[in-house]
Nanobody, 119 residues
């Protein structure tokens, strides 16, 4: 079975950094696409970063481009989101997700983790 277990997050002041982690099990990197999405209070879920585990191509939403970095650790089966220069508008619940064969919709989701940025 596919499982995604998140860790990291918390509270930080504006301008600070945080790293989110997502441990994955039940499938092998190489044929899947993975990503991070977030949902702020009163807003729809927004995909902010994605990576193809086969060719390592990445993409970012304009709102986080240049500040956030998505990466993989093939040995540890981990997906990361390094967040820098955080802003109050980055406050949200963050989710990791995977699409096993890079189909348009994510098939599996992590449990979510809260990130709060205070100004």
């Amino acid at each position: 079975q596919v499982h995604l277990v998140q860790s990291g997050g918390g509270s930080v002041q504006a301008g600070g950094s945080l790293r989110l982690s997502c441990f994955v099990s039940g499938f092998t990197f190489g044929s899947a696409c993975m990503g991070w999405s977030r949902q702020a209070p009163g807003k729809e879920r927004e995909e902010i970063a994605s990576i193809n585990t086969g060719d390592h191509n990445t993409s970012y939403a304009d709102s986080v481009k240049g500040r956030f970095t998505i990466s993989l650790d093939f040995v540890e089966n981990m997906l990361y989101l390094q967040m820098a220069s955080l802003k109050s508008e980055d406050t949200a619940v963050y989710y990791c997700a995977t699409s096993l064969f890079c189909t348009p919709e994510y098939n599996y989701w992590g449990q979510g983790t809260q990130v709060t940025v205070s100004s």
